[in-house]
C-alpha cells in the first residue's frame, strides 16, 4: 500500500483476518472508507491490526473514495470526502475520524453475538 510513487492509493484492497475458528459466514465484514495520503486512515488500520488477535474473524476492505474506478465511489465521496476516515462494520458505520482498541472490539464481539444467535438477542 505505500510506495514512493503513491500508485497504491488507487486501488482497493482487501485483508483477510482470520482469529477466531468459527464458520465463514460468521466472519465480519469491515470496510474502511479512506484516501490518499490519509494520515488518521493510516492511525485507524494501526488500531485495526492491532485489535486482530483479540477480536472476531473479519475481512477488511480497503476503499479509496478518490478512486474514480469503483463503483458507487461518487456516492461515498460525496458523503465522506470530509469525513475519512469512516469504519463500516456489516454495513453500519461504527467509527468516523478515529477508533478506539476497545471499543472496536467490543462492536466485533457483539455483531458476532448476534449473528452466531441469528439476529436473535
Not at 32 to 41: I, M
Not at 78 to 103: C, F, M, T, W
Amino acid at each position: 500500500m505505500h510506495g514512493a510513487s503513491g500508485s497504491g492509493a488507487r486501488h482497493r484492497a482487501s485483508y483477510a483476518y482470520s482469529t477466531s475458528s468459527f464458520e465463514a459466514s460468521g466472519v465480519l465484514k469491515l470496510r474502511l472508507y479512506t484516501g490518499p495520503q490519509c494520515s488518521l486512515c493510516d492511525d485507524v488500520k494501526e488500531v485495526i491490526d492491532s485489535a486482530r488477535k483479540e477480536a472476531p474473524a473479519f475481512t477488511l476492505e480497503l476503499f479509496n473514495i478518490r478512486d474514480d474506478s469503483l463503483s458507487d465511489v461518487h456516492k461515498w465521496r460525496r458523503l465522506y470526502q470530509y469525513d475519512i476516515p469512516v469504519l463500516h462494520l456489516n454495513g453500519e458505520e461504527i467509527a468516523r475520524h478515529s477508533l478506539d482498541k476497545g471499543k472496536f472490539i467490543a462492536a466485533l464481539q457483539a455483531h458476532q453475538k448476534v449473528a452466531k444467535s441469528g439476529g436473535q438477542d
